[in-house]
Structures are given as C-alpha cells and as structure tokens.
C-alpha cells in the first residue's frame, strides 16, 4: 500500500490484466489482505482455461470483449 500526498491510504490495483480487463469471461476477485486476482470463468466449463491466468493475458482464444456500457464483473 502507499499514501498519495494528502495521506490517503491506497490500495495496490493488481497487474494489469491485459485481455482478461476487457473480457466478459473474467471476474476480478480481491482478497481481504489486499490481493488481486483474475477468475476465468471459462474454466469452469472448459479445462483448456486456466481458473487463475498469469497475468497480463495477451492472447487468449477464449477472449470475447465487453459489450459497450458493460463494465468488468466485481465480486
């Protein structure tokens, strides 16, 4: 964590995801101590997926992008 000047606390945002930030298959998933992971759902059909990906994901077959006005899936 780090203070910006006003001493405000701010978490860590994770790595940066790559493909998986602009996925409709990915689902952002914080831990209480802080931790960022991204959850494929496509995993959960289909064990060619990896559940955690390495982050970032540049290229991913599975990848099909938000819909316009759609934002990322928050627990």
Do not use: K, N
Not at 17 to 44: D, K, P, Y
């Amino acid at each position: 964590m780090s203070e910006d000047p006003e001493g405000t606390v701010r978490r860590p945002s994770g790595p940066p995801a790559g493909l998986c930030a602009a996925c409709r298959h990915s689902h952002r998933i914080e831990t209480r101590g802080g931790s960022v992971f991204r959850l494929c759902e496509r995993s959960l059909t289909d064990p060619a997926y990896a559940r955690y990906p390495v982050l970032p994901v540049l290229r991913c077959t599975g990848f099909e992008p938000l819909a316009e006005g759609e934002q990322g899936r928050q627990p």
